[in-house]
């Protein structure tokens, strides 16, 4: 950032900002580079935003109360993609503070977040998955970017992304999926595969955030059957006898929700000796775990008396 604007002590047009931030002033000059200057000074000026937003909460207050989320808003939309990326990380930064959140909304920023999702630089579409996620923890947010069209992007970055874009991407994800009407829009976006693909990739380091996924999809008919239908039984099973507990918790979560609305997805855990895992479960695994396996062994019993009653 240029030395000359960061010593500035106060910001004679934004009072709220004086004294807040030896960086006041220096947004002032900022926001005016963004609304009047040339693609290079904004494309500047946006950089310097973002690196401030990152820097401090106060920081993060004194350029929204400056009034630049508009403005990086507008600029979402630029065909320069260098300016492009940092705005949505300037976004990205403000949304830290929980206050700025209501305020990149209500500046309709949510839609051209979604499109530089789709077609910006890697970089950007990762910070702008971030973003959703971070707008998404406040709940109305969640249903209002279901309906944008954020949810396939985000199964794409999923998909095709760097190691950091898929992490971001299923993040962004497991949030909106908390709401009941996105997991449908998730289910028929087709997440499940590529979250099944990185249960089984060991170079993913992704085994915790895709099991956190597919448990909130198994409470929804179309996800039980998108997962039944994607050979999960025997990774589950693998990872009910050999995950850490929390996979181990989710993973039995899962197989139980599966198994719940088709019992041949029971039997095929009973095949796979799921039994000896799950009675392990029971003693060592954390209170949800254990109630999921004790629920599990509980079905498997009644299911062998009724194969016996049938063989009678």
């Not at 900022?30 to 904004?42: A, C, H, I, P």
């Not at 976006?189 to 992704?206: I, S």
């Not at 850490?244 to 041949?264: F, G, H, I, W, Y």
Request: aromatic share 2%; with cysteine.
């Amino acid at each position: 950032m240029n030395p000359s604007l960061s010593g500035l002590l106060y910001c004679s047009s934004a009072a709220n900002c004086a004294d807040v931030s030896p960086d006041a002033a220096a947004v002032e000059v900022l926001l005016n580079k963004l609304s009047t200057g040339s693609l290079d000074e904004q494309r500047n000026a946006a950089g310097e935003l973002r690196m401030l937003a990152k820097r401090n909460v106060e920081n993060r207050i004194c350029i929204a109360e400056a009034g630049a989320i508009p403005l990086l808003v507008k600029l979402l939309s630029t065909p320069d993609l260098r300016t492009q990326e940092h705005a949505v990380t300037a976004l990205l930064n403000l949304s830290i503070n929980d206050n700025n959140k209501g305020a990149i909304v209500m500046a309709g920023a949510i839609y051209p977040i979604v499109d530089v999702l789709k077609s910006g630089s890697m970089e950007a579409r990762e910070n702008a998955a971030a973003t959703l996620f971070s707008l998404s923890v406040v709940d109305e947010n969640k249903v209002t970017i279901g309906a944008s069209g954020a949810i396939p992007a985000l199964v794409d970055l999923l998909r095709d992304g760097t190691a950091r874009g898929k992490k971001d991407a299923a993040t962004a994800l497991f949030n909106l999926s908390i709401f009941q009407g996105n997991k449908a829009k998730a289910v028929r976006a087709g997440v499940v595969p590529p979250l099944m693909k990185l249960l089984v990739d060991p170079n993913a380091g992704m085994v915790d955030e895709s099991l956190a996924i597919l448990a909130i999809l198994a409470t929804h008919p179309e996800g039980r059957v998108a997962i039944g239908s994607a050979s999960a039984i025997p990774i589950l099973v693998d990872l009910i006898r050999s995950g850490s507990p929390r996979n181990k918790e989710n993973a039995a979560a899962v197989l139980l929700a599966l198994s719940m609305s088709d019992t041949n997805h029971l039997a095929d855990a009973w095949k796979r000796g799921a039994q000896g895992p799950l009675a392990e479960l029971v003693r060592t695994g954390t209170q949800r775990a254990r109630r999921k396996a004790t629920q599990l062994l509980d079905q498997m019993k009644k299911l062998n008396l009724d194969i016996a009653k049938e063989n009678q």
